[in-house]
């Protein structure tokens, strides 16, 4: 079935960039989406790029989607202690309007100071 | 932006008690809510997928006796976990979108409610 693999944890020292992972199964997705966590809270949705784009930059966050080899990264640059969270990947549950998403099991970013 | 209230945000019960859940939508109509939940250190499990005016649609291997779903109106939707028991502690999360999007847009979360039954 349809699974989206994420590393587990990623630890950076502040001022660095960070890389997030992120494979996918499913190549009907239409999009693909970037989801952050802070303890406790909910998802705030960071991103998504649509399956016929390479790369989406929004300030200091960027995208890249290889759609060939079903791999999608999460660049921050310049990444701060406040970005110390869980980053989830999610995808679109095949190329129909469920609205259902599959996510990652989650990358727990730590920033040093 | 669109805004998924969520309420409440922490409740804790008995065991064999039943909790309910609302999630609304503020600012937008919503015919479609999802339910997920999230165990500790684990990724997103979607239950359900709510429906406004119709049944809910229930993921594989979730009971749909013991999580009754309702969406009455394009604005809520609730979870009730009847009988509970603590294996249904749990942290649960709805969202939704906004019916004036465009296919697949991003979905809006709420904050989650973090269940504790003891």
């Known amino acids: 079935g349809e699974d989206v693999e994420q590393s587990l944890f990623l630890s950076v020292r502040e001022g660095d960039s960070s890389v997030i992972n992120c494979t996918y199964t499913d190549s009907s997705s239409t999009y693909l989406y970037w989801y952050k966590q802070e303890p406790g809270a909910g998802l705030q949705l960071l991103t998504y790029i649509f399956s016929n784009m390479d790369m989406k930059q929004d300030q200091r966050l960027t995208v890249l989607l290889n759609k060939k080899d079903k791999h999608l990264s999460l660049r921050i640059a310049d990444t701060q202690t406040g970005d110390s969270a869980i980053y989830f990947c999610a995808e679109s549950y095949g190329s129909s309007n469920t609205g259902k998403l599959i996510f990652g099991q989650g990358t727990t970013l730590q920033v040093k100071p | 932006g669109a805004v998924v209230s969520q309420h409440p945000s922490r409740v804790i019960c008995k065991s064999g008690t039943s909790v309910k859940i609302e999630c609304r939508s503020l600012d937008f109509q919503a015919t479609t809510m999802f339910w997920y939940r999230q165990f500790p250190k684990q990724s997103l499990m979607l239950m359900a997928t709510?429906?406004?005016?119709?049944?809910?649609?229930?993921e594989q291997g979730v009971e749909k006796d013991k999580f009754l779903i309702n969406h009455a109106s394009l604005t809520l939707s609730t979870l009730t976990v009847t009988s509970a028991h603590p294996e249904d502690s749990s942290f649960y999360i709805c969202?939704?979108?906004?019916?004036?999007?465009?296919?697949?847009?991003?979905?809006?979360f709420g904050n989650g409610t973090r269940l504790t039954v003891t």
């Open positions: 969202s939704a979108r906004d019916r004036q999007e465009i296919r697949n847009s991003p979905l809006h």
């Open positions: 709510s429906n406004e005016g119709s049944k809910a649609t229930y």
